[in-house]
């Protein structure tokens, strides 16, 4: 079953609050009393609705297969769980929850039990609650509905900023600005302690490993880094993006022709050899794996085996709803999963982790940091503007490829005119079809 946008929203919604629920739940049995977990300061975990919403777009097609559907759940939920939690501890330097005291637990972001658990939630969502959510969101009319939804997310989005803010101890800067008049300092010291404080005790009571000499630390400045891109910064990872992207296509041109004895394009972009999924792949791998970098090889291993083949996953099903295109297609090969991974490839990530980690990527760190700080930023600057309007070009161009393949297959298509006469002249179907060998149209 395929589900549409509003459903999907809707999803998210409902099971943030169930999430809340249960979290208020499961503190109020531990503590005796009810205590907010919730990241915002309304009724919503969006962690579990982003789960959630995520079974629902990418896990409705293992619906025949109950232990995939189950598989798939688990690494995508724990997938997200090992993201956000990282996330969070990136920018606010602590950790939200800590599963170090259970057995089988990756750098105590994630454990076995609760991501065999979300495997269980993902069977009975798919199964029978989504169903009957399904049915029950149809029954509500259409512009309330919308309305409903909209003034929801506007709530939440105030409420996670201010959250936010409020942890990364705001207070100094709001007493700055209010400085500049003598009638801003009564508004600014009400909201303070109106907002800030009860946000900041709230947070504190729901997570004990956020003490308040922490937050305050946040405050204050950080020291100017001595060389360009140092440790795990983002212009490390944006540089390692770009030396990711261009050495995975030419991995993939170099693999298809040993193997299938063919010169082919795989770029994922209309200008130069890059690979997106390998760049990304690169920097998201670095960015999680960064930390574990001095563990044994197999543990590295196994690490990018689970990680790679659910980024694969997910980019599989995520160009096909965006493009209604696939990219390759891994029906041939033994034990794959809906054509889009398989298990030889996941070893494949594996292994390029192990190697990226250990070998390419300390020989590549060092070489970036060589760079001037003032160079190396304004090169990365033009790189990313660069690489946002080539995306940009390129989803256009497969867009317009899409709606002429159609209508060669009887489907109507309307007088070419403004952009898509500029992207039929200039992408035309043999230029597509050479940069984009083996993409598929599909419904």
């Known amino acids: 079953m395929v589900y549409s946008f509003y459903e999907i929203v809707w999803f998210f919604f409902i099971y943030s609050f169930i999430g809340?629920?249960?979290?208020?739940?499961?503190?109020?049995?531990?503590?005796?009393?009810?205590?907010?977990?919730?990241?915002?300061?309304?009724?919503?975990?969006?962690?579990?609705?982003?789960?959630?919403?995520?079974?629902?777009?990418?896990?409705?097609?293992?619906?025949?297969?109950?232990?995939f559907l189950f598989l798939g759940g688990a690494i995508l939920a724990s997938f997200i769980e090992f993201f956000t939690g990282a996330l969070l501890e990136k920018i606010f330097h602590r950790k939200w929850w800590d599963y170090s005291g259970r057995r089988f637990h990756f750098e105590g972001y994630i454990c076995l039990q609760y991501s065999t658990l979300w495997g269980i939630c993902a069977v009975i969502l798919i199964y029978f609650v989504n169903p009957f959510l399904t049915t029950l969101i149809r029954l509500v009319p259409g512009l309330p509905g919308v309305i409903l939804l909209w003034s929801m997310g506007a709530l939440l989005t105030l409420d996670a900023v201010g959250t936010a803010l409020a942890i990364l101890g705001m207070q100094k800067r709001m007493e700055q600005i209010s400085q500049l008049t003598e009638g801003m300092v009564q508004v600014s010291r009400l909201l303070e302690n109106a907002i800030t404080k009860r946000i900041t005790r709230r947070m504190e009571k729901a997570f004990p490993a956020l003490e308040e000499g922490e937050l305050k630390k946040q405050a204050k400045p950080k020291e100017?880094?001595?060389?360009?891109?140092?440790?795990?910064?983002?212009?490390?990872?944006?540089?390692?993006f770009f030396i990711g992207a261009f050495l995975g296509d030419l991995t993939e041109t170099v693999f298809c022709l040993i193997t299938t004895g063919r010169l082919m394009s795989r770029s994922s972009v209309v200008y130069g050899p890059f690979s997106i999924v390998w760049g990304l792949g690169c920097a998201l791998?670095?960015?999680?794996?960064?930390?574990?970098?001095?563990k044994s090889d197999s543990y590295i291993f196994t690490a990018g085996t689970l990680l790679g083949g659910a980024y694969e996953y997910i980019c599989s099903v995520f160009t096909e709803l965006v493009f209604g295109t696939v990219f390759w297609d891994y029906s041939g090969f033994r034990f794959n999963l809906g054509g889009r991974i398989n298990l030889l490839y996941c070893f494949f990530w594996g292994i390029a982790a192990?190697?990226?980690?250990?070998?390419?990527?300390?020989?590549?760190?060092?070489?970036?940091?060589?760079?001037?700080?003032?160079?190396?930023?304004?090169?990365?600057?033009?790189?990313?503007?660069?690489?946002?309007?080539?995306?940009?070009?390129?989803?256009?161009?497969?867009?317009?490829?899409?709606?002429?393949?159609?209508?060669?297959?009887?489907?109507?298509?309307?007088?070419?005119?403004?952009?898509?006469?500029?992207?039929?002249?200039?992408?035309?179907?043999?230029?597509?079809?050479?940069?984009?060998?083996?993409?598929?149209?599909?419904?």
């Open 354 to 443: 192990v190697v990226w980690m250990k070998v390419l990527y300390p020989v590549l760190s060092k070489w970036i940091e060589k760079l001037p700080q003032k160079a190396g930023r304004h090169l990365c600057n033009l790189m990313i503007a660069f690489m946002i309007f080539n995306c940009l070009i390129s989803a256009l161009a497969l867009g317009r490829y899409e709606e002429r393949q159609r209508a060669d297959l009887g489907q109507e298509q309307e007088a070419a005119q403004g952009i898509d006469a500029f992207l039929d002249e200039h992408f035309p179907d043999e230029r597509m079809e050479r940069i984009y060998p083996n993409a598929k149209i599909v419904d």
């Open 224 to 240: 100017k880094p001595l060389v360009f891109a140092e440790g795990c910064s983002f212009y490390k990872l944006a540089s390692l």
């Open 285 to 294: 791998l670095t960015a999680v794996l960064y930390r574990i970098r001095g």
């Open 20 to 67: 809340w629920v249960a979290e208020v739940c499961a503190a109020a049995y531990n503590k005796k009393k009810f205590i907010n977990r919730g990241f915002v300061s309304g009724p919503f975990c969006p962690i579990y609705g982003t789960g959630a919403a995520a079974f629902a777009v990418f896990l409705p097609e293992l619906h025949g297969n109950i232990f």
